[in-house]
């Protein structure tokens, strides 16, 4: 399976006087958006065939921790 994160030839898009070479890569940003957007068909699936993932919150929400504690000690019992 190839994934085109749809990145210009050779990355990096900015053009800086001074530099020899351009900065500021595509791929990070596609990268972070095709990856998120996997993972959420992924939950999407396992939902469909009746698993419920475990995902972790920011720790700084409120709460955030022990949510993450709970998820990782339903995790160890049931490896989904």
């Not at 399976?1 to 890569?25: L, Q, S, Y």
């Not at 993450?68 to 339903?74: D, I």
Request: hydrophobic share 40%; aromatic share 8%.
């Amino acid at each position: 399976m190839v994934i085109d994160n749809c990145g210009v030839v050779g990355d990096a898009i900015v053009e800086i006087e001074g530099m020899d070479a351009k900065v500021a890569p595509t791929s990070g940003v596609t990268f972070c958006y095709i990856i998120w957007a996997l993972t959420c068909e992924a939950v999407d699936q396992m939902l469909a065939r009746g698993l419920k993932p475990h995902v972790y919150q920011s720790i700084n929400r409120p709460g955030g921790e022990e949510f993450n504690a709970r998820a990782e000690a339903e995790y160890e019992k049931t490896g989904v």
